[in-house]
């Protein structure tokens, strides 16, 4: 034997990537044998792949693309498919439904823990029932030793993730995170990444380990960065108690603040407060509870949630048009709410959006074309984002249209009607009514479309320039006049544009570092946000702070202080309604 390949089976338990090039005859036939005895339990593996039998393989399911390993000790178990190009090093734990692109690295000793434990009083902890989101790892990532990555999270292609970190929220393409819970430290594009070799340890290449140690890089913005920081520890330490305030145990139900009535929304605003600052449900319920509570008020007729009826139940819907569709805007933008909602507890509607699985093409397109393109921009914009959300949850479910193409028609149609001059939908508006309806209506629109979706935004240059110069209206945007709906529907669509164009960079920032400075005084404590002045026809809640305040600004707070270059000082980033990702990736591919 060549004493080059004269290597002792343990080397290749803890190298697992030499053993292509080193392994001697009896070692591949040894190898080939172990990886029958796991193609008997179902398990697919691509050519050049290495699975130590010294690991703990137990998956319903496993899929490893060519040229993957799994060194020794590792624990691998559930639903587990890897791409090209990846390893598992030693003492790594691999759990539960797990995805992973190609050219992934996960360290020695760290956890991706696709599933979780309740732990609710009313049970011991061994009888509490388990859930499972998943996690899903894109393409080039570096997970370095030690680090554990929580249910439900997202890793973007091309992060680095330091040794140690928690990852407990997902992280943009590109990021290079550190930390317990992990915040993004920069941009991995900003200099030289790392090198993706084959054996990769869990510590970090020179020039990254200073700031991946746990140390904070240079803070562009001075003491607001210090601010948000500020702001971030106040808000999760009151975070239970502000969700607190809003529940009536009598009715066992949430209000948006107070003395208010109960609604489906405040029971949503709760969940999303409650994930985005606690990491867990509001305590009032178990997570499954709470989940069973939101998908009981589905109308089994139409797939909308209406709003409780004065006994408690579901409420009653209008009669439907004669397309089929029912207009009632409550329960529009509950499949919104209860959607997201049910995401982050682990669950999702137990059924289709069958007013918008019903609707054919050519009804979809001449209801467009009805829509108050000129005179209520945002009710259109409203209209779309909540079919388009209807159609999402409808391919979750994996129930194919009435008629197939009919979300094609919507994308086409939004394409052939965009205006190039200003990015948008709807009327320009003019100097007495300003653009507040034409913005308004973009962000509802492209939340639903081209945001949940993960498409590119047409004009984004224009939409830039329509959306700045909406921003120093001051019949909206002086202090004091501002409300969660006016801010997060120029805070987004700047995010949006923002992805594909750096066009008029510097205004972007100044303008959202005005109103990330007024937007962090406004929070009370004990109490959260309110949401603001009532907007245009009174809506809106008022300023008295409540659930729909603080929902929404902590959803603005992350875009402006993203917009200006702190959002990892806050060490959240909203995964409902108003998340930043799209929901589906690519295009109307699986969900995110």
């Known amino acids: 034997m060549d004493a080059d390949t004269a290597l002792d089976d343990a080397y290749f338990d803890y190298c697992p990537w030499d053993f292509v090039g080193r392994a001697s005859a009896g070692q591949r036939a040894a190898q080939d044998a172990h990886q029958r005895r796991l193609a008997e339990s179902g398990a697919r593996l691509g050519p050049r792949c290495y699975v130590s039998p010294a690991a703990g393989v137990f998956t319903d399911t496993l899929r490893l693309g060519a040229d993957s390993y799994i060194a020794g000790h590792a624990y691998v178990t559930g639903e587990v498919t890897a791409g090209d190009d990846c390893t598992v090093n030693p003492y790594a734990t691999v759990r539960g439904r797990i995805t992973l692109g190609d050219g992934v690295r996960i360290g020695a000793h760290s956890s991706l823990l696709g599933f979780n434990h309740g732990f609710a009083p009313d049970r011991p902890v061994h009888r509490q029932p388990l859930t499972g989101k998943g996690i899903t790892v894109g393409d080039d990532v570096w997970i370095g030793s030690h680090v554990v990555v929580l249910d439900g999270v997202t890793i973007g292609d091309h992060c680095v993730v330091g040794a140690g970190a928690v990852v407990t929220k997902d992280l943009a393409p590109w990021t290079v995170a550190a930390g317990n819970p992990a915040r993004p430290l920069r941009d991995r594009r900003s200099q030289g990444g790392p090198r993706r070799d084959r054996a990769v340890s869990g510590d970090l290449p020179g020039g990254l380990s200073d700031d991946l140690s746990g140390g904070r890089p240079g803070d562009p913005s001075g003491d607001l960065g210090d601010a948000v920081d500020r702001f971030a520890d106040r808000a999760r330490a009151q975070a239970a108690d502000l969700v607190a305030r809003c529940w009536n145990p009598d009715t066992g139900r949430y209000a948006d603040r107070p003395g208010a009535p109960a609604t489906v929304r405040a029971h949503c605003d709760a969940v999303e407060i409650a994930d985005l600052l606690l990491g867990s449900p509001p305590e009032q319920l178990a997570a499954d509870e709470h989940a069973a509570r939101l998908r009981a008020l589905q109308d089994p007729g139409s797939g909308l949630v209406p709003e409780f009826a004065p006994d408690g139940g579901p409420g009653a819907l209008p009669a439907p048009a004669a397309d089929g569709w029912i207009d009632d805007g409550t329960a529009e933008y509950h499949v919104l709410a209860v959607g997201y909602a049910l995401d982050l507890l682990g669950s999702r509607l137990t059924q289709p959006v069958h007013v918008v699985r019903r609707m054919t093409a050519g009804q979809l397109i001449a209801r467009l074309e009805s829509l108050p393109w000129r005179t209520r921009t945002w009710s259109a914009g409203a209209w779309v984002d909540c079919w388009a959300t209807g159609a999402h949850r409808n391919l979750e479910l ?28 709807g009327t320009a508006g003019s100097p007495a009514a300003g653009r507040l309806q034409l913005v308004n209506g973009y962000y509802r629109l492209t939340r639903g479309t081209y945001a949940q979706f993960g498409l590119d935004v047409p004009y984004a240059e224009r939409v830039v320039d329509t959306v700045l110069a909406h921003g120093r209206d001051q019949r909206w945007f002086a ?15 700047l995010w949006l544009a923002g992805r594909r164009s750096g066009h008029r960079a510097a205004k972007v920032r100044e303008w959202a570092e005005e109103q990330l400075t007024r937007a962090l005084g406004r929070w009370r404590d004990g109490a959260g946000f309110g949401f603001g002045p009532a907007g245009e026809g009174g809506g809106g809640p008022g300023r008295e702070p ?9 959803a603005i707070v992350w875009l402006l202080a993203d917009l200006v270059g702190v959002a990892d000082r806050l060490a959240y980033r909203p995964r409902g309604v108003h998340r930043p990702e799209p929901a589906r990736s690519p295009g109307f591919a699986t969900p995110r």
């Open 479 to 493: 202090a004091g006049r501002e409300n969660a709906c006016n801010v997060l529907d120029v805070a987004h669509p």
């Open 398 to 425: 994996g129930v194919e249209d009435g008629e197939p193409g009919a979300l094609e028609a919507l994308f086409g149609w939004l394409t052939t009607r965009v205006d190039p001059w200003t990015g948008m939908w």
């Open 546 to 554: 409540g659930l729909q305040g603080t929902e929404m600004w902590l």
